[in-house]
């Protein structure tokens, strides 16, 4: 069991920018698939990036492509979701999540450890 924790959510503009931190307590990430997702109120669960473990190939939701980057930390026990551009429709909590493994997963019921989700607010 991987305990993750984000921050670095908050209210801001449209247009402006954030950038969220997931962080592992006591492990790195760099051989775990770590993403990404956002839930609304009402909606379910959406996949908005991931990076891949070793190789670090990243995957993007076609909605956030051009505006967010998934990227590590130089420490390894950290991944950062860098939001720019952003819209209201991106207002959601923001949740990390990672598993072992090797390739690409968008379903949220691929993943195994979640952190308690950061809360996004992007004002018109």
């Known amino acids: 069991q991987v305990q993750l924790v984000e921050s670095g959510g908050g209210l801001v503009q449209a247009g402006g920018s954030l950038r969220l931190s997931c962080a592992a307590a006591?492990?790195?990430?760099?051989?775990?698939?770590t993403a990404w997702f956002r839930q609304a109120p009402g909606k379910e669960r959406a996949f908005v990036a991931q990076?891949?473990?070793?190789?670090?190939?990243?995957y993007y939701a076609d909605s956030v492509k051009g505006r967010f980057t998934i990227s590590r930390g130089n420490a390894e026990n950290t991944v950062y979701l860098q939001m720019n551009s952003l819209k209201p429709e991106d207002t959601a909590v923001y949740f990390c999540a990672s598993r072992w493994g090797a390739g690409t997963y968008r379903l949220p019921s691929s993943y195994d450890n979640w952190g308690q989700g950061t809360q996004v607010t992007v004002s018109s």
């Open positions: 990076i891949s473990s070793s190789v670090d190939n990243t």
């Open positions: 006591g492990r790195t990430l760099s051989s775990y698939a």
